[in-house]
Each structure stands twice: as structure tokens, then as C-alpha cells.
């Protein structure tokens, strides 16, 4: 059983800054690659960022030069450094982590943009 948990959302001015983690728990063997999703209200759920390792990451345009997808020392985290934040950031924020080729979706972490 793999669980996947992202934290670090809340409500943020326009211009601000937010770092959200994601932890992968469970019977690990290795977790590759991870990824960043997001879903704003009405719209489809887009990926922003992923990580394939190494320096190997690729980003959204809509998030590109603001965003940086990062992991943790341990392998099983994944950061998603937010500067620069406008309005139309608003939505929820979902990691993705791939263990041994099968995907899982953590339940979401809150991002508000608004002053």
C-alpha cells in the first residue's frame, strides 16, 4: 500500500510565495518519477511540473519561471516552490508519485490566491 500526502497550501496575496511538500508513505521501493497536478474550479486537472530526476524537470508554461519542482534527500518527497503568485494560481494542488510503474494521487492541498 502506498499513500501519498501533499501539504502546504493556504491562502496567499497576489505576489506571494508558497512551498508545497509531498511525502509518499508505504512499502517503498523507489518512487520515480513525481509530479505536480493542479485543478482549478471548472477547468480540467493540468500537470505544472515534473521531476525525472537529476536535473531532468519540465514545467507548464503557465507556471514556468515561477515554479520549481524539487526532491528530497530520502527519495519518497517532493517539493513545489510557488513565487509570484496571481489569482489565476487558485486551485487544488495534487502530487503524483509513480511506484514501480503504477501512479498515486494524494487527496489535494488548497491554494488560494487572493488579497
Known amino acids: 500500500q502506498v499513500q501519498v500526502m501533499e501539504s502546504g497550501g493556504g491562502l496567499v496575496q497576489p505576489g506571494g510565495s508558497l512551498r508545497l511538500s509531498c511525502v509518499v508513505s508505504g512499502n517503498i521501493v523507489r518512487i520515480h518519477p513525481m509530479a505536480w497536478y493542479r485543478q482549478a474550479p471548472t477547468k480540467q486537472r493540468e500537470l505544472i511540473a515534473i521531476?525525472?530526476?537529476?536535473?531532468?524537470?519540465s514545467y507548464a508554461a503557465s507556471v514556468k519561471g515561477r515554479c520549481a519542482i524539487t526532491r528530497g534527500k530520502d527519495d519518497n518527497t517532493a517539493y513545489l516552490e510557488m513565487n509570484s503568485l496571481q489569482p489565476e494560481d487558485t486551485a487544488v494542488y495534487y502530487c503524483?508519485?509513480?511506484?514501480?510503474?503504477?501512479?498515486?494521487w494524494g487527496q489535494g492541498t488548497q491554494v488560494t490566491v487572493s488579497s
Open positions: 503524483r508519485a509513480w511506484h514501480q510503474g503504477v501512479p498515486y
Open positions: 521531476h525525472k530526476g537529476g536535473d531532468n524537470t
